[in-house]
């Protein structure tokens, strides 16, 4: 549960880091490629991922397979995440991040259907009220917004489904045979994430590599947070998949997330939300607190 509140923090400060790239009008995808560099770097250097037994087969490496299949989650993560970037451009920022974050009810449900994980009464009310939460505030802005608001909405339910289809592969690494005591799932994604932020730049005809000094700020903040933020979400999760329970991790994760981020755009970033975007948000926030359980994992 420790490890679930920590990532849900770390995954808050990726909004805010959006925030500052966004008004810096610096590249993104270039701070992302430059991100996972640095990453993979410190987990070496660290320990976090154990590099000489690795090599030295101490440790065994995964098969083909296994790492493609992490290497497709982590390529995928970034999709969305990249995704909900330009959502949070084109919208209030408060209400992106709370409909692409909960793409959290995705692996639930497919985690309950693959690995018989139980989907209590409680879990079923959370996924109601999120739904209900997202109708809510999509609705708010397509009625009233603008049609750049208008596109943020459609761009955060995009991030929604990728998101979704990640955090289900992801998941689902907790319940493979392969242990990763070397840690290396946190390389392999980190290296997905590179390579995908590569393409992006690429795929725009984008060839500037130059960064400034405030890019390189960021991107050691973002280094520190992501590499540690992958780290813990696999450890939470093998600790939770031994339990059969690793479908809770998301959810208390993302809810920390969410909050976290929602009292940041409320007290830094002065954003307003209508009555309605209020509840919807207010029932998004109740809805993962609901499928985590958090009150019985306290007890």
């Known amino acids: 549960?420790?490890?679930?509140?920590?990532?849900?923090?770390?995954?808050?400060?990726?909004?805010?880091?959006?925030?500052?790239?966004?008004?810096?009008?610096?590249?993104?995808?270039l701070v992302w490629i430059s991100c996972a560099l640095v990453s993979i770097v410190f987990a070496g250097l660290s320990g976090i991922t154990d590099v000489p037994a690795l090599v030295s087969g101490d440790i065994p490496l995964p098969?083909?397979?296994?790492?493609?299949?992490?290497?497709?989650?982590?390529?995928l993560n970034l999709c969305g995440s990249?995704?909900?970037?330009?959502?949070?451009?084109r919208g209030n920022p408060g209400v992106a991040w709370a409909i692409g974050q909960s793409a959290l009810i995705v692996p639930l449900i497919a985690l309950s259907i693959w690995y018989k994980e139980p989907l209590q009464t409680y879990k079923l009310l959370g996924i109601a009220l999120i739904i209900g939460g997202i109708i809510a505030l999509a609705g708010d802005k397509n009625k009233g917004g603008t049609p750049l608001?208008?596109?943020?909405?459609?761009?955060?339910?995009?991030?929604?489904?990728?998101?979704?289809?990640?955090?289900?592969?992801?998941?689902?690494?907790?319940?493979?045979?392969?242990?990763?005591?070397g840690n290396i799932r946190t390389v392999i994604t980190l290296s997905a994430y590179m390579l995908t932020a590569?393409?992006?730049?690429?795929?725009?005809?984008?060839?500037?590599?130059?960064?400034?000094?405030?890019?390189?700020?960021?991107?050691v903040l973002m280094s520190?947070?992501?590499?540690?933020?992958?780290?813990?979400?696999?450890?939470?999760?093998?600790?939770?998949?031994?339990?059969?329970?690793?479908?809770?991790?998301?959810?208390?994760a993302i809810g920390i997330c969410v909050a976290f981020f929602t009292l940041y755009t409320i007290i830094v970033k002065r954003e307003k939300y209508s009555v309605?975007?209020?509840c919807g948000l207010a029932a998004v926030i109740l809805g993962i607190i609901v499928i985590s359980n958090v009150v019985s994992l306290l007890i």
Do not use: E
């Open 1 to 29: 549960m420790y490890y679930a509140v920590i990532v849900g923090i770390l995954w808050s400060c990726t909004g805010i880091f959006y925030g500052h790239i966004s008004r810096s009008k610096l590249d993104v995808c």
């Open 63 to 75: 098969s083909a397979g296994y790492a493609g299949f992490m290497f497709g989650a982590g390529m």
């Open 82 to 89: 990249l995704t909900l970037y330009q959502a949070l451009k």
């Open 149 to 181: 608001q208008k596109t943020g909405i459609i761009l955060a339910l995009l991030a929604f489904c990728i998101t979704g289809c990640a955090g289900t592969m992801t998941s689902s690494s907790g319940y493979f045979s392969y242990v990763d005591k």
């Open 198 to 219: 590569l393409i992006w730049k690429l795929s725009s005809r984008d060839f500037s590599f130059t960064l400034n000094l405030k890019a390189l700020c960021i991107i």
């Open 224 to 252: 520190l947070s992501t590499c540690c933020g992958i780290f813990l979400q696999f450890k939470g999760l093998d600790h939770l998949a031994a339990k059969r329970a690793g479908g809770i991790f998301f959810p208390l």
């Open 276 to 278: 309605k975007a209020g």
